[in-house]
């Protein structure tokens, strides 16, 4: 095989404080992130809540060292991936592609279309698939096919999700083994699986994939580990007013300790490096909710990071890849079941669904302009600009 190139995709962070603005602007400006009912709404809505939630995050982000540590961690599996495979005989060129922040994807892909690569393996770092994060990704990458004569003449293949893969499964156990052996007793400690949560309707009404494959993935992890240990799987970070997949973490906190729980393990499965999810709000927050509840042995297992083991699944789910047919990016954007993004999207008279849709649509924006005249004592059309 010629050059090959490896994109490692992920979802990016502010390096610094003065970033978390327009780091927070470009994420909620991502229809994938918040789904609106009018395109025109979405940028001045992601304004909107970045300026809103600048300073709560910043806070978080100061109490984590003043940024995100994921460029930096994810350059460092990048560094490591491209020594492994060496080891194993396979040359490749890595290149990091975030979708919120620097170096972004465009940025790579500009890099890699200079190196003259002859195949390129898309390597999404979420293990599980979600319309969110890998979904999003390749939404992304497959404009900027269309935009590029360039790219639609290289190879490429897609690695749409990896939870299975058993060297990652093993790398999961043995962190959490690691974490059991600081109890007296290991066999007492509960298990507590806290993965990224999404809105319930991306799972029910779009046909989001994700759920299913956390579940899937606490099974296996837990199959791998082979101990007897009871374990819980909750859903954390939570953002806005709509339902998210339950259980929620501080929800399933405060009834383990209620049940008597004093020994607690958490596991962040939806994820591969540490980032302010573990750092902050599962190292500081969920920790003080936790100690409120009566769990006074709490400890977090390791982000995999650049644990060898891990770094070996990634390098050889990368050699899988090169080996078998390649996957396209048409194939892994579309939805396993076959349900459309907008279902009602065709008008029909009467009262019929598309007309419900659309009337909750217009409430909707009534209610969305209702609570930014309430927040900031303007209308909606002063705050985007329209109205002096
Ligand atoms: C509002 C909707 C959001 C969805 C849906 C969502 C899904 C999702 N996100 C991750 C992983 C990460 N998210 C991170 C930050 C982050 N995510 C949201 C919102 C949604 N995420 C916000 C508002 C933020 C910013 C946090 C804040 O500052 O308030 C990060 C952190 C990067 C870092 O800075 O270290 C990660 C990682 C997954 C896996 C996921 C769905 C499966
Ligand atoms: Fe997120």
Redesign the pocket.
């Known amino acids: 095989m010629g050059r090959v190139g490896v994109l490692l995709l992920?979802?990016?962070?502010?390096d610094k404080l003065e970033d978390?603005r327009p780091?927070?602007y470009n994420?909620?400006s991502d229809p994938?992130?918040?789904r609106l009912p009018f395109r025109w709404m979405q940028k001045p809505l992601a304004w909107f809540i970045a300026t809103r939630?600048e300073k709560?995050?910043q806070e978080?982000?100061k109490q984590i060292g003043g940024g995100?540590?994921?460029r930096r961690i994810t350059e460092e599996q990048g560094e490591a991936i491209k020594h492994q495979l060496g080891e194993l005989g396979q040359e490749a060129n890595i290149y990091v592609g975030m979708r919120y922040?620097h170096p972004f994807t465009e940025e790579a892909i500009a890099q890699l279309t200079q190196d003259n690569i002859d195949k390129l393996v898309i390597l999404p770092l979420?293990p599980?698939f979600?319309i969110?994060?890998s979904g999003s990704s390749f939404r992304l990458l497959e404009q900027l096919w269309k935009e590029n004569p360039k790219l639609q003449s290289l190879e490429y293949t897609v690695i749409a999700s990896w939870y299975k893969q058993p060297g990652y499964l093993q790398a999961m156990a043995e962190l959490i083994a690691g974490e059991l052996q600081h109890f007296p007793q290991p066999e007492d400690v509960h298990i507590f699986f806290s993965?990224?949560?999404?809105?319930k309707s991306?799972v029910e009404e779009a046909g989001d994939p994700?759920q299913q494959e956390i579940e899937e993935c606490t099974y296996l992890i837990m199959q791998t580990l082979n101990r007897p240990n009871t374990h819980t799987l909750a859903y954390q970070?939570r953002?806005?007013p709509v339902e998210w997949l339950q259980p929620y973490t501080e929800d399933a906190l405060k009834e383990l300790g209620a049940k008597g729980v004093k020994n607690l393990v958490v596991v962040p499965i939806?994820?591969v490096?540490?980032?302010?999810?573990t750092?902050q709000e599962i190292d500081i927050e969920y920790r003080e909710i936790a100690e409120e509840a009566g769990i006074h042995n709490f400890r977090r297992a390791p982000a995999p990071n650049t644990h060898p083991v891990f770094i070996q699944a990634l390098s050889n789910l990368i050699i899988d890849s090169l080996q078998q047919p390649n996957l396209k990016l048409s194939q892994v954007t579309q939805m396993k079941k076959k349900v459309k993004m907008y279902p009602q999207e065709r008008w029909e008279w009467g009262l019929t669904t598309s007309a419900e849709v659309w009337n909750g649509r217009i409430a909707m924006l009534g209610f969305i302009g209702l609570i930014i005249e309430l927040i900031t004592g303007k209308g909606l059309l002063h705050v985007i600009g329209l109205l002096h």
């Open positions: 992920n979802l990016g962070g502010p978390v780091f927070l994420l909620f994938e992130i918040i939630r709560t995050s978080n982000y995100s540590p994921l922040w979420y599980q979600s969110s994060t993965a990224h949560g999404v809105p991306y994700y970070s953002v806005g939806s994820f490096s540490e980032h302010i999810e750092l």
